[in-house]
């Protein structure tokens, strides 16, 4: 069956780290992978979008990476901040439909 | 980025009865979806909004049960019809630009089922 997998529900780390995020899928062939945010009460965030013929995308201080042999994305936020708390999702879309199946999300807790 | 507003923002409801959510775009987009989030879970898709026609529904949800309606390219409604306790949930609509473009989804409706 089809699966999407974040690592652990919660990731604490400390300000100015680097928090990496993982995102892993089974018996997906996904055109493309998304990284969102959600705070409490709000609608998810687009952050970013990583087709499956790129490797690595950035923005500022995010970076995915997609890897397709492993079936896996990395999301790191380097140089974190308590701002950057909240729950973070990975959406797939397997058929390039538009609508996207969303992964339980890993909720990130940067400490001062 | 397009802004997607949701109404109402929360509601209280009685078994039984049903419940009307608007989704407004401020501007035109080719894809609408309604999505539920559980208390503590992620997304789960109810369907897909079609314009002009019957929306398509996701495996477990049923128009009956989720009447949907999308009469032009910035607006949809969903109707949570006969709700029991277990539809308490937020409902969200989200919207896509183009296919392979990401999605925008507005800030959901919060229900709870007395």
């Known amino acids: 069956s089809q699966k999407i997998e974040q690592n652990s529900e919660a990731l604490n780390i400390q300000e100015g780290k680097t928090a990496t995020l993982t995102c892993n899928y089974t018996n997906y062939s996904p055109a493309y992978l998304q990284w969102y945010r959600q705070d409490p009460g709000r609608g998810p965030v687009f952050l970013l979008l990583i087709r499956e013929n790129e490797k690595e995308k950035r923005k500022e201080r995010l970076k995915v990476t997609f890897d397709t042999t492993l079936k896996q994305s990395l999301f790191h936020i380097t140089a974190s901040q308590p701002a950057d708390s909240a729950t973070y999702l990975c959406a797939l879309d397997n058929t390039n439909a538009g609508k996207s199946t969303f992964g339980d999300g890993t909720t990130l807790t940067v400490k001062p | 980025s397009a802004v997607i507003s949701q109404k109402p923002s929360r509601d209280i409801c009685q078994r039984g009865t049903s419940l009307t959510i608007q989704c407004q775009v401020d501007?035109?987009?080719?894809?609408m979806f309604w999505y539920r989030q559980q208390p503590g879970q992620s997304l789960t898709l109810i369907a897909t909004?079609?314009?002009?026609?019957?929306?398509?529904?996701e495996s477990g949800f049923v128009i009956d049960k989720f009447p949907i309606s999308r009469p032009n390219l910035t607006f949809s409604t969903l109707t949570v019809s006969n709700m029991s306790p277990e539809d308490s949930s937020i409902y969200l609509c989200s919207v896509v630009g183009d296919r392979g473009q990401p999605q925008h989804f507005g800030d959901g409706t919060r229900l709870s089922i007395l």
């Open positions: 909004a079609n314009q002009g026609s019957e929306a398509t529904y």
């Open positions: 501007s035109q987009v080719t894809m």
